[in-house]
Structure formats: C-alpha cells, structure tokens
C-alpha cells in the first residue's frame, strides 16, 4: 500500500499564515498586540529549544513574545509571584509554563494558577473541565494539532473507531475528549488504552486511527496495526545511533518503516506533530487576545 505523508511543518506553516493575517487585521483593527509569555525554570536542553521555537514562531506571526528564564532552584513562591504578575499584566494575553518542571515544583499546583483566560496551554483545572463538558475554550495544544491534522489531511474521524495509546493528562486523555465531542472534527469512537490494557495488539488492529503518545521507541509494529489505518505518531525519542554525528537520531513510537508498508496516512518524526503544537499554541494565544475586545 502506498501511504500518504501527513506534513506537519506543511500543515502548521499554512496555520501561522492564517494567524499572522489575523494578528494584522487585530492589531489594524483594535490596536491589540497578542502577547505570549514563556516561563522556562532550569536549563533542560530540549525544553530551551521548544522554547526558543516557540518564541520564534510567535514573533514571525507578528505577535510579542518574551522567556521568563528562571533557575533551576527557584521556589514555588517566586514562581506563583511571576505568574500573578503575568496574570495582571494587560499586555500579555498567553502564559505558558514549559513542562516539565524541576521535582520540588508540583506541576498541578503551578498550572492551576495560571489565570484560566491566559491558560493558552489548556491545561489549567477549569479548560480541562470545559472540554470535558463540551464546550472547550482552550484546547491544549498538541490535542488540538493532531485535530487540525486530520481535518487538513483529509482524515475526518467522524464515526472513525480511534485508538489512543497513552492517557496522559497533556495528550491522551484532553485528545479522547476532542474527538468524541459532537462537533466538526469529532464525532469519533475513541479507545484510550494505556500500559494496563489487556489484547492491546487487538484493540489497536481495530484502529481506523492510531495516535501513539507512551514514549516507547517504535512500539508500534507492523503486526499491531491493519491495511489502511492513519497513524499520528506523537512520540518524539533519543535513540543511540552511533553513525550520527551527534551520536543518536530521533524516532517515533511507530516502527515508521514497517507500519508505513500498511498505513494509507502516517506522520513523520520529527516533522509531523511537533510543528503543530507550536501552530495551535499560537492559535490559542490569538483566541485570548480577541478575547480582550
């Protein structure tokens, strides 16, 4: 079977035209700058990349973005005296707090203070709730991506059986949500499965969708999955590799090479849902500040 690439950088790039016009007519409009605030505690290499790319991005859409870079050792009460200030402050529309966060920092308690309104993450209790409920204000952002693939792609999941794997609160479980709501781009029959499930090889050859997010290199293998399945592969992992030059390579939770032989429609990695999270991050940003009118 020959499959079809689903592009993210593609995709997500078409997104962030889209935006930069909207920010244009907001700012033409009502002389409203969206502003994105990133607050990065530590040093972590990957999460000073997502970081730096993430305000790269807002800033080639013409919106205002700054990095609070905060030290590894900071205490919770200075953190919570940032975000209050954020909250407070008129000129920043989005607050994002890049995950994960140094151990002695309990993440649920950080997140929660974030004002529901700048939560353009979605990850806060109360945007949580709303998209459980059905009526989402900010969907978090890589749920939210892999929604705009499939539409974009022409991969509607509408009555489409999707096979999650993995229930995380950032991916798995807000994504089961998004898709089963009754809605354009919902209206799926979503599994969530998880390290627990039992015949998961049947459950997942079931799949008109697949979406992998368990952080397991190439998991995903030619006998999991059926002729014709779409498989989003969220995943994103350090592999030795000696022969590079940097000493690993990058790889799914899909044995790309084998699953593509079945798939009609696969990601990539990198390249496929990374781009996105940052599009929709965007998106969200864009959303709280026509919020503000």
Known sequence: MTYKLIDGKAISNSIKIEIKESVTDLIREHSIKPGLTVILVGNDPASQVYVRNKRRSA???????????????TSKEELLSRIVTLNHDDNCHGILVQLPLPDHLDENEILASIDPEKDVDGLHPKNIGLLSMGSPRFVPATPFGIKEMLMRSNNDPKGKHVVILGRSNIVGKPLSNLLSLKTQGGDATVTLCH?????????????????????I?????????SDGVVVIDVGVNRVEDKTRERGYRLTGDIAFEEVSQKASAITPVPGGVGPMTIAMLLHNTLDAAYRKI
């Open 59 to 73: 800033i080639e859409t013409g919106m205002f973005s700054t990095v609070v870079n905060l030290p590894g050792s």
């Open 217 to 225: 290199p190439e998991f995903i293998t030619y006998e999991m999955v």
């Open 195 to 215: 390290s627990r499930t039992k015949n998961l090889e049947a459950i997942t050859q079931s799949a008109d969708v697949l979406v992998a997010a368990i952080g």
